[in-house]
């Protein structure tokens, strides 16, 4: 199962691959966040300019010294010590202008590119989200973004630094003696072959040791975030196994890249040094010794091997590159995807609350059966109506309708008498006010969670939103209180605290529609107790849509929607529902009967 996992994950991105754009493309693009940073780039600029100018500036010395030791001028003693600091100490100033500048580039880069892909990961559609794991999307804003660096700034200064410099030596070995200089041009070509095949493989590499990136980033995600059920359930060895092979698959993806650089390096350097060998060949016939002084015979051949470095270390930049382009074109994909649609215009201060399904049909995906077909039902301003059904149903499928997380299919949902589509999402989800039984915390102060998104509030009004939640009766005992700091997703607190939490941030909100969806379905009968209090406080005068398992919850719900397939099967109050004796029924009379045996 594995193997053919694996095969089918490599053939996607195989696919993938061939659907890419071109890398000039791609390197455009990327470049365009370094653009706003021009002025550190021409710095940059003039400071490997410098170094590579000064650098060259060595083999002209060479040449003014052996003539000088010719002819015999002492005088020039002390000249020439003065010229080799000088060139040396330009150098250094080079270097560091260049370093430094591109430096300051490629962390704003970093930044501003991160800033990016996330802003977008949060105005992604729902789908993305079930559709990915957590652990991916991490990598691609820690690792992949870092590799994005060195194509557009590790690598450019690289190919500043050392391009410069192959350009001056060049420079100066067409002015010593031009004939002998289109040795190194006639090797080009070869090169530049070797260098393309290179590209294609470090191209395709660099995109599966992402993806490996993203598979051991998800698996020590889920490991680690669950080790109280891998350790309760003996998953240890499970664990290390997966863990093991998303490393292993990494490791032979990135030897598999030091393998093909291993080899472009040394086939390159050979490529030179055929070229040098035939330089200092032809050099040494004595028509061109004839024509040459000592000193520029010495020079020319001190820049032709000033050369082998700076092409050797261009050459290895391709690797860099490679994996760079491979990774912004894997975040530029993210970056493309389309928002979640919000194409309202209509905005609402504050709804009545009215809400309305007119045949709505919905599905996950186009190749997914339908969830919902064909459900229709009002709420009015103010009313409690509960969802209810087995598992699968589609009651929080429709939970998950009115604040727009999904597009429907079919059919129509109308706020105050206005299509949900017709509202900009912003003014949509300030009308609402959401409960679920997977309470998300962030790892703040108690008040932090309860105030989340309102900032500004007033500390009067989180402690009475905490009150009215019974968040106050835990919270005093708390060495902190309110700004006690709650952990990582709330580890520090027990399920029913993070429901009462989650009720007060309704509170705080105090929106006029509230969507309970499972809130109580995992208490015990005390904190239920609390719940139940703090749920009395937060639908009061609110159109309250609730999602339940525990039947018992609900008994005063103005109306109860039976959902069963996808379809609203049945329809009416509690009791009205016990005495037509279906569904509804049914479901109520086996959980009366667990409940009785777990209390026997």
């Excluded at 993806?253 to 050979?270: D, E, F, Y």
């Excluded at 239920?528 to 018992?552: G, K």
């Amino acid at each position: 199962m594995a193997k053919k996992e694996t095969k089918v994950l490599e053939q996607i991105r195989a696919e993938s691959y061939e659907t890419l754009p071109s890398s000039w493309t791609t390197y455009k693009r990327l470049l365009t966040y370094v653009k706003p940073y021009w002025w550190a780039f021409m710095l940059a600029f003039i400071g490997f300019g410098i170094y590579a100018g000064s650098s060259a500036g060595l083999a002209h010395v060479m040449k003014m010294l052996i003539d000088s030791i010719e002819t015999g001028l002492a005088d020039k003693r002390l000249f020439f010590p003065l010229v080799v600091i000088g060139i040396f100490a330009l150098r250094g100033v080079g270097t560091f202008l260049g370093t430094f500048f591109m430096g300051h580039i490629a962390r704003q880069l970093v930044h501003h590119l991160r800033m990016h892909l996330f802003s977008r990961f949060l105005v992604l559609p729902a789908r993305y989200y079930d559709q990915s794991s957590s652990g991916h999307l991490v990598s691609r804003l820690t690792y992949n973004v870092n590799q994005v660096t060195g194509a557009a700034t590790d690598a450019l200064k690289t190919l500043l630094r050392e391009g410069l410099f192959v350009i001056g030596l060049m420079g100066y070995l067409l002015w010593v003696n031009w004939a002998l200089s289109l040795v190194f041009v006639a090797v080009a070509p070869i090169i530049g072959l070797v260098v393309r095949y290179a590209s294609k493989r470090f191209r395709k590499l660099s995109q599966r040791i992402q993806m490996s990136s993203g598979e051991i980033t998800h698996a020590a995600s889920e490991a680690i975030g669950g080790y109280r059920v891998v350790r309760s359930f003996g998953g240890e060895e499970f664990e290390y196994q997966r863990f093991n092979k998303a490393s292993d698959y990494h490791r032979r993806q990135t030897m598999k890249m030091a393998v093909t650089k291993s080899i472009n390096t040394p086939v390159v350097q050979l490529l030179i040094a055929l070229a040098m060998g035939f330089l200092v060949w032809l050099a040494l016939s004595p028509e061109l010794v004839g024509a040459m002084t000592p000193g520029e015979f010495i020079a020319f051949l001190t820049a032709a091997s000033m050369m082998a470095k700076p092409m050797r270390q261009l050459t290895e930049i391709n690797s860099t590159i490679q994996k760079g382009l491979a990774a912004a074109q894997d975040i530029f994909t993210y970056i493309d995807a389309p928002a979640e649609p919000d194409h309202g215009t209509h905005m609402i201060e504050r709804a009545a609350g009215d809400i309305e399904f007119d045949q709505v049909s919905f599905r996950y995906g186009q190749d997914q059966p339908l969830a919902l077909k064909g459900i229709s039902f009002n709420i009015k301003a103010g009313e409690m109506v509960a969802l209810v059904g087995r598992s699968g149903s589609g009651k929080s499928t429709i939970a998950s309708l009115i604040p727009r997380f999904y597009e429907i299919e079919e059919g129509d949902i109308r706020l105050d008498g206005i299509s949900t589509k017709e509202l900009t999402l912003k003014s949509l989800r300030q009308q609402i006010a959401l409960v679920t039984q997977q309470v998300t915390l962030f790892n703040g102060t108690l008040a932090e969670n309860i105030a989340y998104g309102m900032p500004g509030i007033s500390r009067e009004k989180i402690e009475s939103a905490a009150k009215a939640a019974y968040v106050t009766e835990f919270a005093e005992k708390l060495p902190e209180g309110l700004d006690t700091l709650v952990g990582d997703n709330g580890i520090l607190l027990s399920g029913g605290q993070r429901q009462r939490i989650a009720i007060a941030r309704a509170i705080l909100k105090d929106a006029p529609i509230l969507i309970l969806d499972e809130a109580t379905s995992a208490l015990d009968t005390e904190s239920e107790r609390y719940i139940q209090s703090a749920l009395e406080e937060v639908t009061r005068n609110r159109t309250t849509l609730v999602v339940a398992h525990r039947l018992s919850t609900i008994e005063a719900a103005d109306r109860i929607l039976v959902v069963s397939e996808g379809k609203i099967v049945e329809e009416g109050s509690h009791q009205q529902l016990l005495e037509k004796g279906g569904m509804y029924a049914t479901l109520h009379k086996m959980q009366f009967n667990d409940d009785a045996t777990s209390l026997a």
